[in-house]
């Protein structure tokens, strides 16, 4: 009787004895597709950041085909559950992004645990061999939609909806600030935490909350589009963020800044392909189009239009930086000095608000 490894070998054999080469098995095999995975913080829906980053797996599936295969798990809490999640993708995944800061220490440590699976994740500082790290320099986009609300303020109030006092979020709420009160010195930009990343009813909450405080311009650090809806329904100047929200603000959202991962991600996972990939830290801005201007509602005045994009041009060719002294703190405390900017790894670690911010990091 043929035993099952008797079968086994046979068919080994067969092709050899046809003349088929051992090269072509190889080949067969190594047709199997390269396996990506991303895990996200919110709900794809259709705008958001989550929806920003899905928009890039889906530009990778559509640039390789049958040779990548890719999914995705949305609406993973940051904690315990993250690990747990980057865990099982790790077991059958070739390169794991995990897109939010709080997925930081969990993708670290599962990381150590499958050193020949890839990690790259998004917004964070930690690496490892097998372990990258990416972003976007936002607060530039920030800036020059601070200098948008500075122009279009009549009340000299802007109102922030913040998520989480981290260095992300503290970086655009002072660019927002420090463009703002370049164009217009008596602006003030008050801010309210909502203690998550997405969470449209809350938002919709600190908007409505901003809004009653004499705020005349709206802008969020949040997931959602509930921001641009409250603004459009008070008639109320918005600025939204990570996609372009003004479909939901036909008549008040003037842009949004937009954060581009597609480029980022059919460029990462060819390297992982192709066998070039190295662990790296990648923090891209205005010039390499990671971070980008929506188009303007056509209610944007054009010297404001042309402003911004000479502005624009500025922090591109590196004549204008956003965090450029002399800059102080709400206190009056000077950070940056007149004639200089602020470093990478201060701008990573910004734990102060600017003069010009009303609220509190903690």
Known sequence: MQTRRDLLRAALAAPLAAGVAPALIGRAR??????????????????????????GRRAVAAKYGDAVKTTFVENVAEGADAERVIRKLAQSNDLVFTTSFGFMNPTVKVAKEFPKVKFEHATGYKRAKNLATYSG???????????????????????FVGAFPIPEVVQNINAYAIGARMVNPKTVVKVVWVSTWYDP?????????????????????????????????????????????????????????????AGYYVQEVG?????????????????????????????????????????????????????????????????VAAGATMSDPDILGMNWLAEGVEGKLG
């Not at 589009?225 to 003004?246: F, K, L, N, P």
């Not at 790296?280 to 929506?294: E, F, P, Q, Y």
């Open 201 to 261: 009813g809350k938002e919709r909450a600190a908007a409505d909350t901003l809004m009653s405080q004499g705020a005349d311009v709206l802008v969020t650090h949040t997931d959602s589009a509930a921001v641009q809806e409250a603004g459009e329904q008070r008639g109320i100047w918005t600025i939204g963020y990570d996609s372009d929200m003004g479909r939901y603000g036909p008549k008040t959202c003037l842009t949004s800044v937009v954060s581009d991962w």
């Open 30 to 55: 190594a047709a199997a597709p390269y396996r990506a995975a991303w895990m996200y913080v919110g709900p794809v829906e259709e705008a958001g950041y989550t929806f920003q980053h899905d928009l």
């Open 271 to 335: 390297a992982g392909m192709n066998g070039t990939w190295k662990s790296h830290d990648t923090w891209g801005g205005l010039k390499s189009g990671m971070v980008r201007m929506a188009p303007f509602n056509k209610a944007l005045p054009q010297p404001v239009a042309d402003e911004v994009m000479a502005r624009q041009a500025d922090i591109e060719s590196g004549k204008l930086a956003p965090f450029q002294g002399p800059l102080n703190d709400q206190s009056g405390k000077m950070r």
């Open 137 to 159: 320099r936002f607060y530039e986009g920030r800036f020059l939609a601070g200098v948008i609300a500075g122009r279009m303020t009549k009340s000299n109030v802007i109102g």
